[in-house]
């Protein structure tokens, strides 16, 4: 089943995107938000696979909700539904999965959710892969999906609101948390050297003093370095027979 949750502060509004919704095979709305808060709280109770969210909604806009949204859970895929053509620009830079302009088509609507339920399909018959062939990991970015070889990765950080896989060949941007993303990779491979930043350790070249309890780590590959807290550094000394000796 395909869960969502809508989220429009007109009831007319809220009506004709369940009556649509409905006629889509395997759709079930989990909730119906009246406010930005409101949906929120639904993503965080109910953990949707998307929501459809108006962007003029009183005091709270849609995109402030899609912002928390993003950061309770970054793989909820969010549509915006709106009368007003000129706000695309800023979904799109939120990573929004589509934007439709009210009154939308019903063949448009299915083609949306339709494309939702392929991803959804994907990344669960992925994830099973995954767990038993941890070679590769599945990155949701703006582009789509990317498959990431993990010997590729050297630096993963967090910043702004966005995650950033490093590899030698180019950068991969999501919404995805580092904890989603460390879950993928191989323990045995990958520290989480600080709470910020996921480092590949065969690929530390130089450790140096950075502040009184933090080291700054020095990659091959990349010019991005990464920071690594002295309780970190006591584990790579004991869990990898690494000498930092600083």
């Known amino acids: 089943m395909f869960n969502v ?8 509004m809220r009506l004709l995107l369940r009556k649509a919704l409905y006629t889509i095979k395997d759709v079930v709305i989990l909730g119906e938000a009246e406010n930005a808060d409101q949906a929120v709280e ?8 998307a929501v459809f969210l108006d962007i003029e909604m009183g005091e709270k806009n849609g995109f402030d909700a899609a912002k928390q949204i993003i ?19 800023q979904a799109f830079e939120l990573y929004a999965f589509d934007y439709l302009v009210k009154p939308f088509k019903m063949d448009r609507l ?14 669960q018959e992925y994830a099973q892969i995954q767990g038993e062939i941890r070679d590769e990991v599945l990155i949701k970015d703006k582009e789509g999906l ?28 999501t919404t995805e948390t580092l904890s ?6 191989p323990e045995t491979q990958f520290i989480r050297s600080h709470k910020s930043y996921i480092i590949q350790i065969s690929k530390i070249y130089r450790i ?10 020095k990659l091959r590959g990349i010019k991005e370095d990464a920071l690594l807290t002295k309780e970190k550094a006591t584990l790579l000394e004991q869990k990898f027979k690494m000498k930092i000796g600083i």
Do not use: S
């Open 5 to 12: 949750i809508t989220a429009d502060d007109q009831e007319g």
């Open 42 to 49: 639904m993503v965080t109770l109910r953990r949707p696979h």
């Open 71 to 89: 950061d309770i859970n970054p793989k909820c895929m969010i549509v915006f539904v709106t009368a007003f053509q000129q706000y695309m620009p």
């Open 110 to 123: 299915k083609e949306t959710v339709n494309r939702m339920q392929h991803i959804q399909a994907n990344e």
């Open 146 to 173: 990317a498959i990431v070889h993990t010997k590729d990765i050297i630096l993963i950080q967090r910043e702004d609101r966005t995650t950033t896989i490093i590899t030698e060949q180019g950068k991969y941007h």
């Open 180 to 185: 989603e993303i460390e879950a993928k990779l």
């Open 208 to 217: 140096a003093m950075y502040g009184r309890w933090t080291y700054i780590v």
